[in-house]
């Protein structure tokens, strides 16, 4: 039961505890008794439960009646403590009063001495109560009347000030310190002292008002000797056993501001206890909530707040941070319908004086920001979304979903202009469009006035957004619609959003606001979507430009990529031509033909635009050549892009309205140039390597009319030489003939030598698997190796045509012994990725290592100085790379290296 009264029983003989226990119980109902067999007990239990009076026994063994009273009263000075002994000594009851004890009842007598103890308990707890009530009034009044901008004044019953708060100063100009202890007619001009006096002695001795006590009137006295209009409201009360009367005077020339102030003001402004209680609400408490402000005193402020908001609130009230303002919350608080309001609570200084702690709040309701802000956040998730659309079909249905979602308004589409440029066609349209209109509404551009399509496009050629709030009384519309609420806004040059609700006076600013931000985050990605499209196909129709065969047909295909692909009308593309002597029409667009003067070669001093951007290197763009001095400026063309083509040409487009290109079409311009660039560059090189080709078959002609000459021409004579030769050895013995048989060898071996060079330069296209230590051997047998030591060191399998090996490494073996000597030691070893041959001869000096593969370079008489010119050759048609350095004995190492081994 709510006034239940819980009391502690201390007494250390166990059957007297029980039967006064129950004899309480029985006398008082509302009596509910915890009892303790001693002193020590009875502190804890009142340390661990709510108890509002203790009943103790005096003799215990230990500690006793009174010294047990001396402790609780260290914990809990006000608690009631009656103490209940049979000891009836005069000494103990002055002993105990003296230490503050509450009642004293002697154990003797009948079963009327436990309704006598039950009766004193009650009456001790209630006397207590309302102390603790009043303590906690006269601490409200006190935290009210500190904080308060009215003057408010405690008076005696002799008329003596006991109480002034801050604000008196502000009225009669004195400090409270000033007022406390004078008499209240301080504040009076002498003509109304006398009348107040007899006024308040009839009223002590009658109980008589002579006035409405909640609005006194009269005329005050400042300190500065000065009246002033003041109004006074006043009542009475008990403290300390004595009456007192409280008044609250304030300007009565700030009265009605101050009281239209707190009864209209949006704001709510709340008196909050420590334990989160309403003691005073303003009367907007309703407005804001719902709640009329008498239904909500004394109930606590938190079982209002929304559970998940609970701790927030908590913390920011009970914990602030020190530095960071005034202690702020924000929360969802339950209105009087059963919904939840977003509410900011602002504590002021918090309230800490007698008796009471808590705040003073202010409260307002944030339901419209804090939806805002929601519908702000989700508003970033859509236009997040929408960056990531890929098609036109995709970022208008997304669009159309957003704004039902964010504003409520299902009845919305979105328009894009036709290619024709003539209708505004329906793409995207939300749920309720289908069941309120008969046919999917699309707009002509030629419709008649007063009709909803000549309304689209007067908002789409606009550039700020038509709001209508009741299309029904809209006078320059005279068609029936399902929509009353409409919101029309381009998209650009795409075409118009849509955004209509079939209700009149559906959207808020904020709504106006998130459906023009929509549109143009939907306006950037149809910019994006349209840009990639046109970049992916003219990717597509580049890859064309280098595929062409001539000059002309990559001009050719070039204007057929700005006209079908980047959808420009007037083209023309124009090459340098050295023999004309400038730029010279290469490619035009069928309109450009049409609408354009022919003309052949723009010249350096011709003063051409054209001319200009090839010299420069450096793309132009002009919103209107009659501004300038373009040879063209006289025509109907007005904007005009010209690209330069490398070093190649330019190409120039243009548009019979003024302003039309922007940086898109300069970007997309750019890279159509590049590919044209590009382009012309492959034709160049196709050209340049097929008149390469063509040089090189007619050198291989020669060449091998060369091969055939010496082959058959030298040969034959130097065969019959050699016969001549040997006939005339049988005739005759001289030393002239060994000689003329040494230059008819030496004959034969340059015109070998030379075959080989004109006929094994063809670059190797089979090779096959050859096992390298083999063919060191096979080729070291083949050559006349005299008196010469092999050390072969090479193995493995190498990728290799092996008679153009055998050629490479018997030519190397041959050079070593002609250089080395007869008694060389040749070594044949392995590389990473190659090998090598090297010899211990004399070596070949450092600044002559890259001339010795050159033909006809030779140090020996025997040489043909065409026997490395030939490892070179054999290397270069395998890839390989050859070089000459120092051996580790000091001759000559050959090494090759870039060679792929098998598998």
């Given at each position: 039961?709510?006034?239940?009264?819980?009391?502690?029983?201390?007494?250390?003989?166990?059957?007297?505890?029980?039967?006064?226990?129950?004899?309480?119980?029985?006398?008082?109902?509302?009596?509910?008794?915890?009892?303790?067999?001693?002193?020590?007990?009875?502190?804890?239990?009142?340390?661990?439960?709510?108890?509002?009076?203790?009943?103790?026994?005096?003799?215990?063994?230990?500690?006793?009646?009174?010294?047990?009273?001396?402790?609780?009263?260290?914990?809990?000075?006000?608690?009631?403590?009656?103490?209940?002994?049979?000891?009836?000594?005069?000494?103990?009851?002055?002993?105990?009063?003296?230490?503050?004890?509450?009642?004293?009842?002697?154990?003797?007598?009948?079963?009327?001495?436990?309704?006598?103890?039950?009766?004193?308990?009650?009456?001790?707890?209630?006397?207590?109560?309302?102390?603790?009530?009043?303590?906690?009034?006269?601490?409200?009044?006190?935290?009210?009347?500190?904080?308060?901008?009215?003057?408010?004044?405690?008076?005696?019953?002799?008329?003596?000030?006991?109480?002034?708060?801050?604000?008196?100063?502000?009225?009669?100009?004195?400090?409270?310190?000033?007022?406390?202890?004078?008499?209240?007619?301080?504040?009076?001009?002498?003509?109304?002292?006398?009348?107040?006096?007899?006024?308040?002695?009839?009223?002590?001795?009658?109980?008589?008002?002579?006035?409405?006590?909640?609005?006194?009137?009269?005329?005050?006295?400042?300190?500065?000797?000065?009246?002033?209009?003041?109004?006074?409201?006043?009542?009475?009360?008990?403290?300390?056993?004595?009456?007192?009367?409280?008044?609250?005077?304030?300007?009565?020339?700030?009265?009605?501001?101050?009281?239209?102030?707190?009864?209209?003001?949006?704001?709510?402004?709340?008196?909050?206890?420590?334990?989160?209680?309403?003691?005073?609400?303003?009367?907007?408490?309703?407005?804001?909530?719902?709640?009329?402000?008498s239904d909500l005193v004394g109930e606590r402020s938190l079982d209002y707040v929304h559970s998940e908001d609970r701790d927030a609130v908590r913390t920011a009230f009970e914990n602030p941070t020190a530095g960071e303002g005034l202690p702020t919350a924000?929360?969802?608080?339950?209105?009087?319908?059963?919904?939840?309001?977003?509410?900011?609570?602002?504590?002021?200084?918090?309230?800490?004086?007698?008796?009471?702690?808590?705040?003073?709040?202010?409260?307002?309701?944030?339901?419209?920001?804090?939806?805002?802000?929601?519908?702000?956040?989700?508003?970033?998730?859509?236009?997040?979304?929408?960056?990531?659309?890929?098609?036109?079909?995709?970022?208008?249905?997304?669009?159309?979903?957003?704004?039902?979602?964010?504003?409520?308004?299902?009845?919305?589409?979105?328009?894009?202009?036709?290619?024709?440029?003539?209708?505004?066609?329906?793409?995207?349209?939300?749920?309720?469009?289908?069941?309120?209109?008969?046919?999917?509404?699309?707009?002509?551009?030629?419709?008649?006035?007063?009709?909803?399509?000549?309304?689209?496009?007067?908002?789409?050629?606009?550039?700020?957004?038509?709001?209508?709030?009741?299309?029904?009384?809209?006078?320059?519309?005279?068609?029936?619609?399902?929509?009353?609420?409409?919101?029309?806004?381009?998209?650009?040059?795409?075409?118009?959003?849509?955004?209509?609700?079939?209700?009149?006076?559906?959207?808020?600013?904020?709504?106006?606001?998130?459906?023009?931000?929509?549109?143009?985050?939907?306006?950037?990605?149809?910019?994006?979507?349209?840009?990639?499209?046109?970049?992916?196909?003219?990717?597509?129709?580049?890859?064309?430009?280098?595929?062409?065969?001539?000059?002309?047909?990559?001009?050719?295909?070039?204007?057929?990529?700005?006209?079908?692909?980047?959808?420009?009308?007037?083209?023309?593309?124009?090459?340098?031509?050295?023999?004309?002597?400038?730029?010279?029409?290469?490619?035009?667009?069928?309109?450009?033909?049409?609408?354009?003067?022919?003309?052949?070669?723009?010249?350096?001093?011709?003063?051409?635009?054209?001319?200009?951007?090839?010299?420069?290197?450096?793309?132009?763009?002009?919103?209107?050549?009659?501004?300038?001095?373009?040879?063209?400026?006289?025509?109907?063309?007005?904007?005009?892009?010209?690209?330069?083509?490398?070093?190649?040409?330019?190409?120039?487009?243009?548009?019979?309205?003024?302003?039309?290109?922007?940086?898109?079409?300069?970007?997309?311009?750019?890279?159509?140039?590049?590919?044209?660039?590009?382009?012309?560059?492959?034709?160049?090189?196709?050209?340049?390597?097929?008149?390469?080709?063509?040089?090189?078959?007619?050198?291989?002609?020669?060449?091998?009319?060369?091969?055939?000459?010496?082959?058959?021409?030298?040969?034959?004579?130097?065969?019959?030489?050699?016969?001549?030769?040997?006939?005339?050895?049988?005739?005759?013995?001289?030393?002239?003939?060994?000689?003329?048989?040494?230059?008819?060898?030496?004959?034969?071996?340059?015109?070998?030598?030379?075959?080989?060079?004109?006929?094994?330069?063809?670059?190797?296209?089979?090779?096959?698997?050859?096992?390298?230590?083999?063919?060191?051997g096979s080729c070291w047998r083949t050559v006349d190796t005299r008196d010469a030591t092999l050390r072969s060191e090479a193995e493995g399998i190498i990728l290799a045509d092996e008679g153009r090996l055998r050629q490479l490494l018997e030519n190397l073996?041959?050079?070593?012994?002609?250089?080395?000597?007869?008694?060389?030691?040749?070594?044949?070893?392995?590389?990473?990725?190659?090998?090598?041959?090297?010899?211990?001869?004399?070596?070949?000096?450092?600044?002559?290592?890259?001339?010795?593969?050159?033909?006809?370079?030779?140090?020996?008489?025997?040489?043909?100085?065409?026997g490395l010119r030939i490892v070179e050759q054999v290397a270069d048609a395998h890839g390989w790379t050859v070089r000459a350095v120092e051996s580790e004995a000091g001759g000559a190492r050959f090494e090759i290296t870039g060679v792929e081994p098998a598998?």
């Amino acid at each position: 039961m709510p006034d239940r009264i819980p009391v502690l029983l201390v007494d250390d003989d166990p059957d007297l505890r029980e039967v006064t226990a129950s004899f309480l119980e029985r006398e008082a109902d509302r009596i509910a008794v915890e009892t303790a067999p001693g002193a020590a007990e009875g502190l804890d239990a009142l340390a661990e439960r709510d108890v509002e009076c203790i009943v103790s026994d005096y003799e215990m063994p230990g500690t006793d009646g009174l010294a047990f009273l001396a402790e609780v009263r260290e914990r809990h000075p006000d608690l009631p403590f009656i103490l209940f002994t049979g000891r009836g000594s005069e000494e103990v009851a002055s002993e105990a009063i003296s230490a503050g004890v509450t009642d004293y009842l002697q154990k003797r007598g009948g079963t009327e001495r436990y309704e006598r103890l039950a009766n004193r308990i009650v009456e001790a707890v209630e006397k207590r109560r309302a102390e603790r009530d009043a303590e906690r009034a006269i601490g409200q009044f006190r935290a009210v009347a500190e904080g308060a901008s009215d003057a408010i004044l405690s008076v005696d019953t002799e008329g003596v000030i006991r109480f002034a708060n801050p604000a008196v100063e502000s009225v009669f100009g004195y400090e409270p310190s000033e007022l406390e202890g004078e008499p209240l007619t301080t504040l009076m001009p002498e003509r109304h002292r006398e009348d107040h006096r007899e006024a308040v002695d009839r009223y002590l001795d009658t109980g008589e008002r002579g006035v409405d006590w909640t609005d006194v009137q009269f005329d005050a006295l400042h300190r500065d000797g000065r009246e002033i209009p003041v109004s006074l409201s006043y009542g009475e009360f008990t403290a300390d056993g004595e009456r007192r009367f409280v008044g609250v005077v304030r300007d009565r020339t700030e009265a009605d501001r101050h009281r239209a102030f707190v009864e209209h003001a949006s704001d709510v402004v709340a008196v909050m206890s420590s334990d989160w209680r309403f003691r005073y609400l303003s009367p907007s408490c309703e407005r804001v909530t719902g709640h009329a402000p008498s239904d909500l005193v004394g109930e606590r402020s938190l079982d209002y707040v929304h559970s998940e908001d609970r701790d927030a609130v908590r913390t920011a009230f009970e914990n602030p941070t020190a530095g960071e303002g005034l202690p702020t919350a924000e929360y969802r608080f339950k209105t009087a319908d059963g919904e939840f309001r977003w509410l900011e609570s602002v504590g002021s200084e918090r309230i800490e004086t007698d008796g009471i702690e808590g705040y003073v709040v202010t409260t307002r309701d944030v339901s419209e920001r804090k939806e805002r802000e929601r519908t702000l956040a989700r508003l970033r998730e859509w236009t997040r979304e929408l960056n990531y659309t890929r098609t036109i079909d995709e970022a208008a249905d997304l669009a159309v979903e957003a704004v039902d979602d964010l504003i409520d308004a299902g009845l919305s589409g979105i328009h894009l202009r036709t290619d024709e440029g003539d209708r505004l066609e329906p793409i995207a349209l939300g749920q309720s469009v289908p069941n309120l209109f008969e046919t999917q509404p699309s707009y002509d551009r030629d419709a008649p006035p007063e009709t909803r399509a000549a309304l689209a496009w007067d908002a789409f050629e606009g550039e700020e957004s038509i709001v209508i709030d009741e299309l029904s009384t809209y006078e320059p519309l005279d068609e029936p619609s399902p929509a009353e609420s409409l919101v029309l806004r381009p998209i650009g040059d795409h075409g118009l959003f849509v955004v209509s609700s079939p209700d009149p006076h559906e959207f808020t600013d904020t709504d106006v606001l998130v459906a023009e931000i929509l549109t143009g985050h939907l306006e950037a990605a149809l910019d994006r979507i349209e840009r990639e499209s046109r970049v992916e196909r003219l990717h597509g129709a580049t890859r064309t430009l280098v595929g062409a065969e001539s000059r002309e047909e990559i001009a050719e295909r070039a204007v057929e990529a700005a006209t079908d692909v980047l959808g420009f009308s007037i083209v023309t593309v124009r090459v340098h031509d050295e023999a004309a002597g400038g730029l010279v029409p290469a490619a035009v667009s069928p309109e450009a033909e049409e609408l354009l003067p022919e003309r052949e070669t723009f010249t350096p001093d011709g003063g051409s635009l054209n001319w200009a951007v090839f010299e420069e290197g450096e793309q132009r763009m002009y919103d209107d050549i009659r501004t300038t001095d373009a040879l063209d400026a006289d025509t109907a063309l007005r904007s005009l892009l010209i690209v330069p083509i490398g070093d190649y040409g330019t190409i120039a487009v243009g548009e019979t309205e003024p302003g039309v290109f922007d940086g898109v079409d300069e970007y997309l311009a750019g890279i159509l140039a590049t590919a044209a660039e590009t382009a012309f560059q492959a034709e160049a090189r196709t050209r340049r390597l097929a008149e390469r080709t063509a040089e090189l078959e007619r050198q291989n002609d020669r060449l091998e009319e060369f091969a055939g000459v010496v082959s058959h021409d030298l040969r034959n004579p130097l065969e019959v030489a050699r016969g001549r030769t040997e006939l005339a050895r049988e005739e005759c013995d001289s030393d002239h003939l060994a000689a003329v048989e040494r230059a008819h060898d030496r004959m034969t071996a340059l015109i070998d030598d030379l075959l080989t060079l004109a006929r094994e330069g063809d670059p190797v296209t089979d090779a096959e698997p050859v096992d390298l230590g083999r063919i060191v051997g096979s080729c070291w047998r083949t050559v006349d190796t005299r008196d010469a030591t092999l050390r072969s060191e090479a193995e493995g399998i190498i990728l290799a045509d092996e008679g153009r090996l055998r050629q490479l490494l018997e030519n190397l073996i041959r050079n070593a012994i002609e250089h080395g000597g007869e008694d060389v030691t040749v070594t044949v070893g392995t590389l990473s990725d190659g090998f090598y041959v090297a010899d211990d001869g004399p070596g070949i000096e450092p600044d002559r290592r890259e001339a010795v593969f050159d033909a006809g370079h030779s140090t020996s008489q025997s040489g043909t100085g065409f026997g490395l010119r030939i490892v070179e050759q054999v290397a270069d048609a395998h890839g390989w790379t050859v070089r000459a350095v120092e051996s580790e004995a000091g001759g000559a190492r050959f090494e090759i290296t870039g060679v792929e081994p098998a598998g």
